[in-house]
């Protein structure tokens, strides 16, 4: 049984102990600001023939659509259509950066987080001017900014979830190993949900939507998707020139 404590000073000293606890919770896995703006639509479409694909946005750290504070990842929101009469299969995704290296879709968020942290230490001892912020001047607006309420990948299900454990509970019953815990199972939840697991069958007129997560690379030059169907296979590549801003730090 828990015995409450009596009196005004021990409740004043457990009051305050609480909160120097609260200011210990795990940074790394706490939602984004309620006032984060809506994720900008690109809805960039590229057809190579097997299929067609959209990229739907791009969601970088603290930026526009962000779901996680201070999310050491970039996740790139597609749709991708099996237009074909036979199933396909979408195998690998890879980013390819301003230096010609692939970086592979991640599949876990905190290795993720640590390939952000190495990659940018190697980026800015390279002499690259990296930032984590999207810079003012990378355009990323759309041409169709009503498709993001047809989206289902946006969510703010990682939010309620990371915040029911301080709202259920009061506050000197709550522990940070116990908040943090409750946060970062939210948080990879979300992640899974959002994520668009390869290998991905497709029936004939099948579309998909989900995200694919790298790390975060500085002017990305484009994006691979391996394909596959009963007969062929072959590497579909996205130029992605337009994100030539992506991570680099402005002239201005």
């Not at 809805?43 to 999310?71: C, H, M, Q």
């Not at 900014?145 to 289902?152: E, Q, T």
Request: aromatic share 8%.
């Amino acid at each position: 049984m828990i015995q409450m404590p009596t009196g005004g000073r021990p409740i004043a000293l457990l009051l305050a102990s609480a909160l120097l606890l609260a200011g210990c919770v795990s940074s790394g896995y706490r939602a984004a600001r309620k006032d984060t703006p809506a994720p900008q639509v690109l809805n960039v479409e590229f057809r190579p023939g097997r299929f067609d694909a959209t990229l739907i946005s791009v969601i970088t750290y603290n930026g526009p659509g962000s779901w996680k504070r201070n999310a050491f990842w970039d996740e790139y929101v597609v749709t991708i259509r099996n237009t074909g009469s036979d199933p396909m299969t979408i195998g690998a995704a890879g980013l390819t950066d301003s230096a010609g290296t692939i970086r592979a879709a991640g599949i876990a968020p905190w290795a993720l987080e640590e390939e952000s942290k190495r990659l940018e230490d190697k980026y800015r001892a390279a002499g690259i001017a990296f930032v984590r912020y999207t810079t003012p001047g990378l355009a990323i607006v759309g041409t169709g900014a009503a498709a993001v309420a047809s989206v289902g990948i946006f969510s703010t299900a990682a939010g309620m979830a990371a915040a029911a454990t301080l709202v259920a509970l009061p506050v000197y019953y709550i522990s940070v190993l116990t908040v943090n815990h409750s946060n970062k199972g939210a948080m990879e939840r979300e992640f899974r949900r959002r994520r668009l697991a390869t290998p991905l069958t497709l029936a004939p007129g099948e579309s998909r939507t989900g995200s694919f997560f790298f790390p975060m690379v500085p002017a990305p030059r484009s994006l691979a998707l391996q394909w596959s169907d009963r007969s062929t296979a072959g590497d579909a590549t996205f130029e992605l020139t337009f994100l030539h801003d992506l991570h680099m730090k402005s002239s201005k």
